[in-house]
């Protein structure tokens, strides 16, 4: 056997060394990544025995951005600077951790930063989503039991 690698080989085990250092420090099961043409897959084995809670926080809040329909998260409030909490995955969004429960974030409720402000399913998995931000919630962008994309807007607050 070659004990010089290709560089196109080379290129694959970086990309699976990246892939398991994202997959540990974020706690995700599986991980699926297309880049020139070379598609890897990568899922941990999971115990079958119900549903399994993983804490993830989400990413960086960026400042809201005004859309063509100027919707009222994007306004501010009286000159106030508003950032949102976007969903670090595709998945199902909740706001509570059961039906009857209360939800973990209302409109004006203020938060901490590692507070869980909802809950996105993915692949039968609880993902807990964590506050970046301290702050107040000004508006909740998604609908209880909707899907969600990744990075697409979950609560508008303001940063105290």
């Not at 209302?106 to 809950?119: K, S, T």
Request: some cysteine; hydrophobic content about 40%.
């Amino acid at each position: 056997m070659d004990k010089k690698l290709k560089s196109s080989e080379r290129e694959a085990f970086r990309l699976i060394e990246e892939m398991l250092a994202l997959m540990e420090s974020r706690g995700l099961v599986e991980l699926e990544m297309e880049h020139q043409g070379l598609r890897i897959r990568l899922k941990k084995g999971v115990p079958v025995s119900g549903a399994q809670v993983v804490e993830y926080v989400a990413g960086l809040p960026q400042p809201v951005q005004s859309t063509a329909a100027g919707s009222a998260a994007a306004k501010g409030a009286e000159g106030g600077r508003r950032v949102v909490i976007k969903s670090p995955m595709v998945g199902t969004f909740y706001r509570a951790p059961a039906p009857d429960a209360p939800p973990f974030a209302e409109v004006g409720q203020d938060l901490e930063i590692g507070q869980v402000v909802c809950i996105i399913e993915a692949m039968k998995l609880m993902n807990e989503i964590k506050s970046e931000v301290a702050g107040r919630v000004v508006e909740v962008l998604a609908q209880n039991g909707d899907p969600v994309e990744f990075g697409q807007p979950l609560f508008a607050t303001e940063p105290s």
